[in-house]
């Protein structure tokens, strides 16, 4: 159990600082999507208008739970307390979600790259239907902004209960079985298990149970 502790608390810690680094990448994606709507605007305004692009550039990296699972495979979480689990479960959930999220970010950014070629228009378009291209295109965009600003408030909840979870889990004890051995020492345990077994085969269970 307390080997299964360690790896989760190990592994959340290097998670959060992959979620940093990420954190960093999504604030600089909403920084030029910003750009990229205001620059579409300014399109719209003047279809005739030179000198503006618009830059979809999008980066994503994963989460590690292979200690969770392994945790959650072997039953080491029979071995820890109902809060403690729950605590972890929180944030995998989370974790999940963003996750997911990340597969929602990347959709969006993907049904927008044809905005990438809305500067390249028929000169000889109608202005209708430039008019139109460029509506569709802020459109696109508008929904990776909304996307990432969801992303963003995920990351931010799943930062703040990294931190939470691995400053309680420090405070945690190895195991039940340590905290009672430093109540009763292992040469009296010895002696009492040889004078009377049954007893002691029942205080070892509820040592293990309680």
């Given amino acids: 159990m307390h080997e299964a502790r360690e790896n989760i608390r190990s592994e959340m810690q290097d998670n959060q600082k992959e979620l940093k680094g990420r954190s960093d990448v999504i ?3 909403q920084a030029e999507v910003k ?3 205001e620059a579409l605007k300014r399109l719209k305004q003047n279809p005739e208008a030179h000198g503006l692009n618009v ?3 999008f980066s994503n990296s994963g989460l590690a739970n ?4 392994t945790a959650r495979e072997t039953g080491a979480f029979s071995f820890m307390g109902y809060p403690e689990v729950k605590k972890y479960a929180e944030v995998y959930d989370t974790q999940k979600l ?6 929602r970010v990347t959709s969006a950014y993907t049904n927008s790259f044809s905005v990438l070629y809305i500067f390249d228009v028929d000169e000889k378009a109608a202005t209708a239907v430039k008019n139109d ?3 569709a ?7 990776v902004q909304s996307e990432l600003m969801v992303y963003d408030s995920i990351a931010r909840e799943l930062d703040r209960q990294y931190s939470e979870s691995c400053s309680v889990n420090s405070d945690l004890p190895k195991s039940r079985h340590h905290r009672y051995s430093t109540r009763y020492p292992r040469s009296f345990l010895r002696t009492f298990a040889s004078f009377y077994p049954p007893i002691m085969s029942m205080f070892w269970l509820r040592v293990h149970c309680s």
Avoid: Y
Avoid at 66 to 69: P, R, T
Avoid at 98 to 103: A, E, I, R
Avoid at 137 to 143: N, P, S
């Fill in 133 to 135: 291209d460029v509506t």
């Fill in 137 to 143: 295109a802020i459109q696109k965009v508008l929904a």
């Fill in 66 to 69: 292979a200690s969770w699972n």
């Fill in 98 to 103: 963003f996750g997911d999220q990340t597969t």
């Fill in 55 to 57: 830059n979809l550039r």
């Fill in 27 to 29: 604030h600089k994606e």
């Fill in 35 to 37: 750009s990229d709507i």
